[in-house]
């Protein structure tokens, strides 16, 4: 049976029902839950109910983990072993509500390299600065990437104290964000910062995610009412230095966390198909309305996304976006299957022969 006490000790760290139903198998062999606020180099800071505490990971997990998601993220929910003067030892990473997973920054698209930057998050901030990092482009992959964590997005504009119309940029952000609240703040004057304050409601957990000096610590440290997070020097025309170097998990005064990650180098999409199909519902919907159900959109006669286009009521730009991140996806999920196929043969090659006649 669950223990009531501790249920609601956890709730201000975003414990739930279902956590705790999952839970029931470690807390029988003696574990205690805790949750992951900082991930260090081979060490993670765990929230638990008796404070902070710095946990590892046993050897056992760390070899029988296929890739980087299997491991603790920052915002997991784990099991581990009860702390002893303030260090621990993880013993499992309990399933996630949410996960915002991306591929590490490198020119080779492996299973090893996938990463999940936030885990068990409500809303993904997609921040973007008003000035100089305004990319409705690089935007639409931010709404793809949310969208297939499970998260709610919300695009926060930044720097609104420099835009000259302010207006103007979030009519264009609607314009692709469809569904999607948008906001423009300025963490120098405190304009709109007020306005973000009731996604943190009900112990809930959000990610900012977004290129680097766009003004996230600064929002964090606003919505925080105190320094959490450094802050580098704007410079004359505007733009930020990046300053975050490690993920964390921060409080927010009337419960509720922030989950900062650093700026990300590169955009690259993980599966995201589904992500896709939200973030571009206006094309994906009149790609559904074309003669053929294979439709390429080149040359195929009664094409209604080529129709679109010729009409005027598809945005070109928008329309290439889409086939560009489809083409992207698709390339990804070839080099994915050839990297399990190869893995797959690998593993078989270590089964001795006679076990492989025998599985035959």
Known sequence: MSQTAEVSGLTRLGWGADFDQEFEQYRAAGLVPGRVAVQHRGAYDVYTEQGEVRAGLPGRMLHDAVDARDLPAVGDWVAMDPPAGGQSIVRAVLARRTAFVRTMASDQHRLSEQQVVAANVDAVFLVSALVDDYNLRRLERYLVLAWESGAQPVVVLTKSDLCDDVDGAVAEVESIAIGVPIHAVSNLTGEGIEELRPYFWGHR?????????????SLINRLSGREVMAIGEVRQDGRGRHTTTRRELVAVPDGGFFLDTPGMREIQLSE???????????????????????????????????????????????????RKLER????????????????????WRRFPRAQRKDAW
């Open 205 to 217: 957990t959000v990610a900012a995610l977004g290129s680097s000096g766009v003004g996230k610590s």
């Open 328 to 347: 992207e996806l698709a390339m990804l999920e070839r080099k994915l299957d050839a990297r399990a196929k190869s893995e797959e043969r690998k593993k």
């Open 272 to 322: 995201a198909s589904g992500g896709v199909e939200e973030t571009f519902d206006d094309v994906t919907e009149l790609a559904a309305q074309c003669r053929f159900s294979d439709c390429a959109h080149e040359s195929e006669p009664g094409c209604a996304v080529r129709e679109a286009l010729a009409e005027g009521s598809l945005d070109p730009e928008r329309c290439s976006s889409f």
